[in-house]
């Protein structure tokens, strides 16, 4: 497998949902496997497990496959989650622990990339999906991020 590598500043961050049912505990390495079933590579480069466990699966200079022809300086984080437990309606099923780990990315990476713009996947122009299942401007205003 090889994965393109680019030099290019990163810009963005975008948060992402594994659109699994709430509670259903699927591990980092499942959520890489499908996206490599599917892409021929893992899409993210953090994926974040219900316990909050934080498992780092592209480098950030490698590009992902989570923007459509946006991913290139764009760090992908995917907490796992994202549906209703009959995997019905989108929800924000994130855990206290997800939440938490997912506040100590922002603000590493925030402090790593100046400038660095987070927001959901929905907010890309054209994106008709609810990922990531939650407001992430409202969240970061919360957390004060
Ligand atoms: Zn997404």
């Known amino acids: 497998?090889?994965?393109?590598?680019?030099t290019a500043p990163i810009k963005f961050l975008t948060i992402h949902c594994a659109a699994?049912?709430?509670g259903r505990a699927n591990t980092a390495a499942e959520v890489t496997q499908w996206d490599t079933d599917r892409f021929g590579q893992p899409s993210y480069h953090?994926?974040?497990?219900?316990?909050?466990r934080l498992v780092r699966t592209l480098d950030d200079d490698q590009i992902g496959v989570h923007v459509a022809k946006s991913n290139t300086g764009n760090i992908g984080v995917?907490?796992?989650?994202?549906m209703s437990k009959d995997m019905k309606v989108p929800k924000d099923?994130?855990?206290l622990r997800q939440k938490a780990t997912l506040?100590?990315?922002?603000i590493a990476y925030k402090r790593k990339y100046p400038g660095l713009i987070v927001r959901g996947h929905n907010?890309?122009?054209g994106v008709a999906k609810a990922c990531p299942s939650f407001d992430v401007n409202g969240w970061l205003k919360m957390e004060q991020l």
Do not use: A
């Not at 497998?1 to 680019?6: C, G, L, Y």
């Open 1 to 6: 497998m090889s994965i393109k590598r680019s």
């Open 20 to 22: 699994t049912p709430e």
């Open 46 to 52: 953090l994926v974040i497990e219900l316990s909050g």
């Open 78 to 82: 995917c907490y796992v989650g994202g």
């Open 93 to 95: 099923t994130r855990t």
């Open 103 to 106: 506040r100590d990315v922002v």
């Open 123 to 125: 907010e890309w122009p």
